[in-house]
Nanobody, 125 residues
């Protein structure tokens, strides 16, 4: 079973930046993305991208502040998070899937088969 390895979480003050990384060995994924879950809240879509090209898709709450990009290696993505707010505090999960799906499905967690263990991001006010 392919595992997703996340890194880059941590504690930062409001207005600061963090960069998350996600990598996986093995078979190539068609698309990769990020979800997050804050304590006591539902899991929310953050961003996703097709690994074959095209622009990432972002949640409205992070658009203009977060940038998702593909790395040079297979199955490698980054999430650059700028202008962080306390409400961005959550566990961030990397997700991936081999199947092609319309971007209309990307915001639904059930359409992502592979999930990472999560990395904590804490933004202090």
């Amino acid at each position: 079973q392919v595992q997703l390895e996340e890194s880059g979480g941590g504690l930062v003050q409001a207005g600061g930046s963090l960069k998350l990384s996600c990598a996986a060995a093995g078979r190539a994924f068609s698309r990769m993305g990020w979800f997050r879950q804050a304590p006591g809240k539902e899991r929310d879509f953050v961003a996703a991208v097709s690994m074959s090209g095209g622009d990432p898709v972002y949640a409205h709450s992070v658009k203009g502040r977060f940038t998702m990009s593909r790395g040079d290696a297979m199955n490698l993505v980054y999430l650059q998070m700028n202008s962080l707010k306390p409400e961005d505090t959550a566990v961030y999960y990397c997700v991936a899937d081999e199947r092609d799906r319309s971007t209309a499905y990307w915001e639904t967690g059930g359409y992502w088969l592979t999930w990472g263990q999560g990395t904590q991001v804490t933004v202090s006010s």
